[in-house]
């Protein structure tokens, strides 16, 4: 192997189901594609079970297994804690890593709750005064079109902004026998949809505006409100009933499956006024058959409008309204070329990017904040921001004072 000379970053994650998989395949290829100033260690992985924990850190290439994260924090190879964890002990973890000196970064939505997000931003301010840095992983920012819009607004080529229409579509959970994972547990989680997937949507559209939600009107909605217990989890996925202990449900055989209640949100729509004067919608829903990961975007403008769907995460959509009439229209570019951001780094034009690369550029982006000494965005200040919109949908759909109900006739 040839010589490395560079410093280390020594790395320490807790959490290794679907996002600790996601950013352990990120720490592991980051430095083979992009070039970085330091070399980051995978040095250990954090989790409850010895046994699972210890088989995780082989499979995904970590070099130890820690089965409490405190020891993990308190490791002297750790400079870094990348938090994979269910959003109920992201605020806990962090702050105690950054009130040892390590730096973060953590899965979005950054909390279960504002009071925790403000924690948290406050512990990343204070760290931020020692050199310790803070980031929330809000990946799709690192999608290359996705980058591509943000520079397009930034350069004008929108004109005015009049229109944001954001949608994070999914249908995982619109089988009534789904069983009540962790993300359908307002305690794990701290809302539905709207805090798993709206929280990306919102975080998406005010990336690409560069302006902030200033208010909101919501409806929110639960369509399965009992599920079947879920035994082991892991992802999206989860197998297996715990013995009966609530309600009861029909199983697989005609016996009874345990059942346990739904109390977070299964779609979260709402409108809002950015602070620029664009209006915005937003849907973010686990219901809509057909649709597997369809974030979504368009945003329309008075020189153009630019368009965005994840399932097609290659390709951004652009209208020139500059144009005379009988020339424009919505044409499709291919985000592959080396001129794009992050695509240079990976194969050449047309050989399109997946999922898992906006979590390497992402990690990329990390490091090198870290290793400059400046601070990476977005910012726990900015995880705060998006969970302070989340709140304002909850409690807008709560009141409900801005549905009017249609008069019978
Ligand atoms: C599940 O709905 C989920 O994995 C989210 O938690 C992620 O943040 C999103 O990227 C894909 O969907």
């Known amino acids: 192997m040839a010589a490395d000379d560079r410093p280390t970053l020594g790395i320490g994650m807790v959490g ?29 992985l954090g989790g409850r079970s010895k046994e699972a924990t210890t088989a995780a850190a082989r499979d995904l290439g970590w070099a130890a297994a820690e089965t409490d994260w405190r020891d993990l924090i308190a490791r ?36 279960n709750s504002v009071a925790e997000a403000e924690a948290m931003a406050a512990a990343a ?55 009540l994972v962790w993300r359908l547990q307002r305690e794990r989680a701290g809302s539905g949809a709207l805090g798993d997937i709206g929280a990306h949507a919102v975080d998406t559209a005010q990336f690409i505006t560069g302006e902030l939600l200033a208010g909101v009107s919501a409806l929110t909605e639960t369509f399965v409100t009992e599920r079947p217990l879920a035994g082991v989890s892991a992802g999206l996925s989860a197998t297996g009933a715990t013995a009966p202990a609530g309600g009861a449900a029909d199983g697989p055989a005609g016996g009874a499956v345990a059942t346990g209640t739904v109390d977070v949100d299964d779609a979260a729509l709402f409108i809002g006024r950015f602070s620029g004067g664009a209006l915005g919608s937003f849907e ?75 979590f390497t550029h992402e990690i990329k982006d990390f490091v090198e904040a ?40």
């Open 16 to 44: 290794y189901a679907f996002m600790g998989r996601v950013h352990s395949q990120a720490w592991r290829s980051v430095g083979a594609f992009f070039d970085l100033p330091v070399r980051p260690v995978m040095a250990a």
């Open 76 to 111: 002297d190879d750790v400079q870094v804690v990348d938090i994979c964890t269910p959003g109920d002990s992201h605020a806990e973890i962090a702050i105690a890593a950054l009130e040892a000196g390590k730096h973060v970064i953590c899965e979005k939505p950054l909390a």
């Open 125 to 179: 301010r204070a760290a931020a005064g020692r050199g310790v840095h803070a980031m929330v992983a809000f990946n799709y920012r690192r999608v290359p079109a996705i980058a591509l819009a943000r520079r397009w607004v930034a350069e004008g080529r929108l004109g005015r902004l009049h229109h944001v229409r954001a949608q994070y579509l999914q249908d995982w959970i619109a089988d009534p026998a789904f069983p």
């Open 284 to 358: 973010a829903t686990r219901f809509a058959t057909g649709r597997k990961n369809a974030l979504r975007i368009e945003v329309n403008g008075s020189r153009g409008s630019l368009a965005f769907d994840f399932e097609a995460m290659n390709e951004l959509w652009f209208h020139d309204h500059t144009l005379p009439a009988a020339d424009a229209g919505f044409r499709r570019v291919i985000v592959t070329e080396a001129e794009h951001p992050y695509a240079a780094a990976w194969w050449p034009p047309g050989h399109g990017l997946g999922y898992e690369h906006t």
């Open 370 to 409: 870290v290793a400059a000494g400046v601070a990476p965005v977005p910012s726990f200040d900015d995880g705060l921001r998006v969970q302070r919109v989340l709140a304002a949908v909850e409690a807008s759909a709560a009141d409900g004072s801005r549905f009017t109900p249609v008069e019978e006739s």
